[in-house]
């Protein structure tokens, strides 16, 4: 069982930053691909960024892709989303999950664990 706590998120004008970070409990938490998802209000849950085990792979959806940044720090177990240029479309709460699968798969499934969600705010 691995349990997911995010934090970081808040309300920011559109062209500022935010570092999101998710502590895992459990000491397997190095053997999980990790990944951000995001639901704005009234839309389904997309995959926004993801890294494997060893940081080597990630995945960034193409509306994110050169803004955000997804690194993972296996000896604090904790993974960071830098947010960088945010635009009003990226409001959303933002999960952390966690999975056996590859950060590209981790998209389209093998979420085993999520957390419950900071709530990210951008104003125009």
């Known amino acids: 069982q691995v349990q997911l706590v995010e934090s970081g998120g808040g309300l920011v004008q559109a062209g500022g930053s935010l570092r999101l970070s998710c502590a895992a409990s459990?000491?397997?938490?190095?053997?999980?691909?990790m990944g951000w998802f995001r639901q704005a209000p009234g839309k389904e849950r997309d995959a926004v960024a993801a890294?494997?085990?060893?940081?080597?792979?990630?995945y960034y959806s193409g509306a994110v892709k050169g803004r955000f940044t997804i690194s993972r720090d296996n000896a604090r177990n904790t993974v960071y989303l830098q947010m960088n240029s945010l635009k009003p479309e990226d409001t959303a709460v933002y999960y952390c999950a966690a999975g056996i699968t590859t950060a590209q798969a981790m998209a389209s499934g093998g979420v085993r664990f999520w957390g419950k969600g900071t709530l990210v705010t951008v104003a125009s």
């Open positions: 459990g000491r397997t938490f190095s053997s999980y691909t």
């Open positions: 890294i494997n085990w060893s940081g080597v792979s990630t």
